[in-house]
C-alpha cells in the first residue's frame, strides 16, 4: 500500500507487483559438442558454417529468455562472426572475412 499525507489530508491506494518471469532456466542444447566444421578455402564472406539453437525455459521474447552467444577461443583474427536471431535463440556462425593465413592444407578451429 502506498499512503500519502498532504497537510492533514490522506490518501492510499494498493499497488501490485507482478514479476512475469525471472531468469531461472538455463539454456538446452541438443547436442553437448557440434562440428568439426569445414569450411572450403573458396567460400564466400557472408557463409553460414553452422547454426545453434538453444531452448530455455523462461517466458519466450523475454530478457531471461534471450541466450548470449560467444565464441571462447579460435578466433583471434576476427574471421567469424556470430549472428544471433533473437526472436529464434537461433545462432549462426558467419565467415566474416577470408583469412589469408590459412592455406588449403591447415584448419579453422573454433569454440
Request: hydrophobic share 35%; net charge negative.
Amino acid at each position: 500500500a502506498v499512503i500519502v499525507s498532504l497537510a492533514g489530508l490522506n490518501s492510499s491506494c494498493t499497488v501490485v507487483v507482478t514479476v512475469q518471469d525471472e531468469n531461472n532456466n538455463p539454456p538446452v542444447f541438443s547436442q553437448h559438442e557440434y562440428g568439426p566444421f569445414h569450411v572450403p578455402e573458396d567460400a564466400l564472406v557472408g557463409t553460414t558454417v553452422t547454426a545453434v539453437l538453444a531452448r530455455d525455459g523462461d517466458v519466450r521474447a523475454g530478457d531471461s529468455w534471450q541466450v548470449d552467444y560467444r565464441l571462447e577461443s579460435g578466433n583471434e583474427d576476427e574471421v567469424f562472426t556470430l549472428v544471433t536471431d533473437r526472436q529464434t535463440n537461433e545462432v549462426s556462425l558467419v565467415l566474416s572475412k577470408v583469412n589469408s593465413t590459412v592455406g588449403p592444407a591447415d584448419s579453422q578451429c573454433i569454440h
